[in-house]
């Protein structure tokens, strides 16, 4: 497809990173690590209030300098989070 990229994988895993994006849907855990299915069933046992406590925290600190890999792990909670904060909003309607 792509010489720079090589193959699908590589391609998929460098247009997540650097589009700040991921695969992972709170809903069906579809597309998420373990790590992150682990934060998910983490964050549904918590109340809104702590998901919107985290949600903020993170987003505060998405200025911040910080190694690669935890750049990527911020991105994916703050996906996580904002999927749970709209799916209790939807709910509350």
Do not use: H
């Not at 209030?49 to 987003?59: F, H, P, S, T, V």
């Amino acid at each position: 497809m792509c010489e720079e990229l090589g193959d699908d994988e590589f391609m998929e895993g460098f247009v997540l990173e650097y589009g700040g994006t991921s695969l992972c849907s709170v809903a069906t855990e579809a597309g998420c690590s373990e790590k992150e299915a682990a934060y998910i069933t983490k964050m549904k046992a918590s109340g809104s209030a702590d998901i919107k406590k985290q949600l903020d925290r993170l987003q505060n600190m998405s200025g911040d300098k910080m190694n690669p890999d935890l750049r990527v792990w911020l991105n994916q909670r703050l996906s996580i989070l904002k999927q749970l904060g709209d799916a209790e909003s939807k709910s509350e309607l």
